[in-house]
């Protein structure tokens, strides 16, 4: 089992890392998917201005905003623990490990699809016509079906982990092996993802919330219609 979830991880940092190397070999590449991260972090706060406002849940929504959504550098932290994934298997609990997994899988679903995204965009500035264009252009709406479903998954197992009252003390116990393990990253993630799911005493709203909304947009911008919550 261990094994299996090893394998799984690096096969997904393997396929993040391949796209990072197509940005790279084809010109301006890069630029256009930063450009269109930047663009779906700014529709991101729109769509949820406001949970951004709310006093409950504004700390949650600004982790999905920047650790999930946004158009952070997360290659450090990835580095970090495709070179020592068999140390993170045996430093962290089981449960922490498959949260890590998923986190995995929805990165690498989610670097697949900007590539792809900004390869439909061409030169085009994005803006709300553009951006429809590219996503019906690149299609797959299973693939964003399980991007939502992966994204919502990464939330539901942090909030599971809360109501583990001995993890939290576990995993500040974790932070020396996992520095000396090269898992600062990862480790910082997973520590503020936990205290933000704490103080928010439940999740299931946030993330029923989450999900009605992605659904909704990914099911209209498919059926072309015209989107407010597009900037």
């Given at each position: 089992?261990?094994?299996?979830?090893?394998?799984?991880?690096?096969?997904?940092?393997?396929?993040?890392?391949?796209?990072?190397q197509l940005r790279v070999d084809e010109a301006g590449l890069?630029?256009?998917?930063?450009?269109?991260?930047l663009y779906q972090q700014r529709r991101f706060s729109q769509?949820?201005?406001?949970?951004?406002?709310?006093?409950?849940?504004?700390?949650?929504?600004?982790?999905?905003?920047?650790?999930?959504?946004?158009?952070?550098?997360?290659?450090?932290?990835?580095?970090?623990?495709?070179?020592?994934?068999?140390?993170?298997?045996?430093?962290?609990?089981?449960?922490?490990?498959?949260?890590?997994?998923?986190?995995?899988?929805?990165?690498?679903?989610?670097?697949?699809?900007?590539?792809?995204?900004?390869?439909?965009?061409?030169?085009?500035?994005?803006?709300?016509?553009?951006?429809?264009?590219?996503?019906?252009?690149?299609?797959?709406?299973?693939?964003?079906?399980?991007?939502?479903?992966?994204?919502?998954?990464?939330?539901?197992?942090?909030?599971?982990?809360?109501?583990?009252?001995?993890?939290?003390?576990?995993?500040?116990?974790?932070?020396?092996?996992?520095?000396?393990?090269?898992?600062?990253?990862?480790?910082?993630?997973?520590?503020?993802?936990?205290?933000?799911?704490?103080?928010?005493?439940?999740?299931?709203?946030?993330?029923?919330?989450?999900?009605?909304?992605?659904?909704?947009?990914?099911?209209?911008?498919?059926?072309?219609?015209?989107?407010?919550?597009?900037?």
């Amino acid at each position: 089992m261990a094994r299996d979830i090893e394998a799984e991880i690096l096969h997904q940092l393997q396929a993040v890392e391949a796209q990072r190397q197509l940005r790279v070999d084809e010109a301006g590449l890069e630029a256009r998917v930063q450009a269109l991260k930047l663009y779906q972090q700014r529709r991101f706060s729109q769509t949820y201005a406001d949970l951004l406002l709310s006093p409950r849940y504004e700390a949650a929504t600004t982790f999905f905003l920047q650790e999930l959504y946004g158009p952070g550098d997360f290659s450090r932290r990835d580095a970090q623990f495709a070179r020592v994934v068999p140390a993170l298997v045996r430093i962290f609990p089981s449960e922490v490990v498959a949260t890590v997994a998923q986190l995995a899988a929805l990165h690498a679903i989610s670097e697949d699809l900007d590539t792809r995204m900004a390869q439909a965009l061409g030169l085009e500035p994005v803006q709300a016509k553009s951006y429809q264009a590219a996503w019906c252009a690149c299609g797959e709406p299973g693939l964003r079906q399980q991007q939502i479903d992966l994204t919502l998954a990464v939330g539901v197992s942090l909030d599971k982990l809360t109501r583990k009252p001995l993890l939290r003390q576990a995993l500040r116990m974790m932070r020396g092996p996992a520095t000396a393990a090269s898992l600062s990253e990862l480790q910082g993630f997973l520590e503020r993802g936990f205290d933000t799911f704490k103080a928010m005493r439940g999740a299931d709203e946030f993330l029923e919330t989450v999900r009605s909304r992605e659904e909704f947009l990914a099911s209209a911008l498919f059926a072309r219609k015209g989107l407010a919550e597009l900037p």
